[in-house]
T-cell receptor, first 111, second 120 residues
Framework: KQEVTQIPAALSVPEGENLVLNCSFTDSAIYNLQWFRQDPGKGLTSLLL?????REQTSGRLNASLDKSSGRSTLYIAASQPGDSATYLC??????????FGKGITLSVRP | DTEVTQTPKHLVMGMTNKKSLKCEQHMGHRAMYWYKQKAKKPPELMFV???????INESVPSRFSPECPNSSLLNLHLHALQPEDSALYLC???????????????????FGPGTRLTVL
């Protein structure tokens, strides 16, 4: 059974810092990996999707990498801003498009 | 347009009520999903529809009844719910449902804003 782990559960950083959010998964037989952002009480916003054959994807200040063989992904956020404060969820797609989510990392960026 | 819409945004219902949640997408996606999310937990898959047919039911109690009347709409009918069913209900869609024999596609799931359900 696939398990996705995100550590730590919460992170607080000063504005402007570059940061890395980690995600690990136990079964490397995945189709892709998605990073989502969720604001309190809101839905999920897809940030980046990396196919299993890709190594990384970039969107603006975000860069996500994938090392499928080691079961790891990182989300790099450059020059963090208070508006980046949210919960970041990592999810891997297995058979039948089932997403297995990590528990998320709650990020707080201090002004 | 990469938007999934959900109505209502908030719903309060008693345990004897019957209500419905609605989800809509106009991206031409053929797979649609219902998830349940409790506070401070990740979303949990409930149902998946593929080409308007129920493909996955994650052993959800029968008091939750999904319906996919057409390729753009997904409903979740609620009846005789319990207080522990209070949660954020999320709808999602993707181009299609992956299958083991298919080549690897770019099959991103897009989520709606959710319906906050409170059962009294």
């Amino acid at each position: 059974k696939q398990e996705v782990t995100q550590i730590p559960a919460a992170l607080s950083v000063p504005e402007g810092e570059n940061l890395v959010l980690n995600c690990s998964f136990t079964d490397s037989a995945i189709y892709n990996l998605q990073w989502f952002r969720q604001d309190p009480g809101k839905g999920l916003t897809s940030l980046l999707l990396i196919q299993s054959s890709q190594r990384e994807q970039t969107s603006g200040r975000l860069n996500a990498s994938l090392d499928k063989s080691s079961g790891r992904s990182t989300l790099y956020i450059a020059a963090s801003q208070p508006g980046d404060s949210a919960t970041y969820l990592c999810a891997v797609t297995g058979a039948n498009s089932k997403l297995t989510f990590g528990k998320g990392i709650t990020l707080s960026v201090r002004p | 347009d990469t938007e999934v819409t959900q109505t209502p945004k908030h719903l309060v219902m008693g345990m004897t009520n019957k209500k419905s949640l609605k989800c809509e997408q106009h991206m031409g996606h053929r797979a649609m999903y219902w998830y349940k999310q409790k506070a401070k937990k990740p979303p949990e898959l409930m149902f998946v529809y593929s080409y308007e047919k129920l493909s996955i039911n994650e052993s959800v109690p029968s008091r939750f009844s999904p319906e996919c009347p057409n390729s753009s709409l997904l409903n979740l009918h609620l009846h005789a719910l319990q207080p522990e069913d209070s949660a954020l209900y999320l709808c999602a869609s993707s181009r299609y449902l992956l299958a083991a024999h298919e080549p690897e596609p770019f099959n991103e799931q897009f989520f709606g804003p959710g319906t906050r359900l409170t059962v009294l």
